[in-house]
């Protein structure tokens, strides 16, 4: 019985290292891509929120649709997100800025996939989206 244990000698260091790596490995994956997924929902969120305020209060269309790109670029690149036309706006005024008018902007932005990329696609399996409405104060001047 004594011969059986010896043949034994040294494989749970082996099997415990493997098994390490097996469940390790993609646990950290599951968390990068939870914290990509995280990361987008933020992002979604403040887009939403301050492109809403941005178009309800600038009444020049034309500056606002400049300070929303700039403004929605900056966020995605500090999310390390892709950027591009992640903002679709609905305003029940034209322009959006007239007094008593309501404001929406929702956001959807695709989330990228660490390491699947040629795979998935660049855009991934996952999309996040976010909507935030704003009314217009009906006693500011009008545009």
Known sequence: MSGDLRAENGNALVEFVVLSAALLIPSLYLVLTLGNVQAAVFA?????????????????????????????????????????DVVTLHCTE???????????????????????????GETGPVTVGAAHAVQVDQYREGP
């Open 44 to 84: 979604a969120d403040s887009i939403s929120r301050d492109v809403a305020r941005i178009h309800a209060t600038e009444s020049d269309p034309e500056l606002a649709v400049e300070q929303m790109a700039r403004h929605t670029d900056l966020i995605l690149e500090d999310h390390g997100l892709p950027t591009g």
């Open 94 to 120: 034209d322009p959006c800025a007239t007094p008593g008018g309501t404001v929406t902007a929702q956001v959807r932005i695709p989330v990228p996939v660490p390491g699947l990329g040629p795979v998935l």
